[in-house]
């Protein structure tokens, strides 16, 4: 697992994590995206429920909250969060239905790639965008799983295994699998 190897950090690096969680603009900006979602039309304990998703998701620490639902992480790939009751991910207040089965499509925007932790790009989405970086993939992406690469130039990506070993490289883009197997990746590369 993933968190196994976080935990041989060390205890210094445990502390520098837990200290831009508490400091984190992430956790500091909730009551104003609180409003946001209380404005969509979310109840208190929706909004309650988002933000402890976002305040507790390995992910999202060390990252800003941009939206109510949406993190830009420490690596500089986006979070976006489903929305209570929806099953795709897409920004609060955007005018996409969040049940849609097009809304995955309109997420994933021109320049990058995009993957889902289960099938049918349900779930909150990932995106990563920046050109020839190795980005660890979440916990819990443990299988089954969905992606789109809609990089520019008809580029590829490239999945790796946990010692960098090549697990798989998508078609060029576009490109998409709506049945994909996240077991053995543990880092996404854009070939741009």
């Known amino acids: 697992m993933r968190s196994k190897i976080r935990l041989l950090c060390g205890g210094a690096v445990l502390a520098l994590l837990a200290a831009a969680t508490l400091t984190s603009p992430a956790g500091a900006a909730s009551g104003g995206f609180t409003g946001q979602l209380r404005s969509a039309g979310f109840s208190a304990a929706q909004a309650a429920e988002l933000q402890s998703t976002i ?3 390995p992910a999202a620490r060390g990252g800003r ?3 109510a639902n949406r993190v830009v992480a420490a690596d500089g790939s986006t979070i976006t969060y489903t929305l209570p009751g929806e099953k ?3 920004l609060v207040g955007d005018g996409l239905d969040g049940n849609d089965a097009k809304t995955p499509f309109v997420l994933c925007s021109y320049g990058a790639f995009c993957g889902w ?3 049918n ?3 909150s989405g990932r995106t990563w965008a920046a050109c020839g970086t190795y980005f660890e993939i979440p916990d819990g992406w443990n299988s089954g ?3 789109i690469n809609n990089q520019t130039h008809h580029y590829t990506t490239s ?3 946990r010692s960098h070993n090549h697990v798989f490289t998508t078609d060029p883009a576009y490109s998409s699998d709506a049945h994909a197997n996240w077991h053995p990746v543990w880092y996404v590369r854009n070939n741009c």
């Open 117 to 119: 932790p289960r099938a």
């Open 145 to 147: 799983g969905s992606w």
């Open 159 to 161: 999945m790796y295994g």
């Open 65 to 67: 909250q941009v939206a």
């Open 88 to 90: 795709y991910a897409h």
């Open 121 to 123: 790009y349900e779930g």
């Open 55 to 57: 305040d507790h998701d």
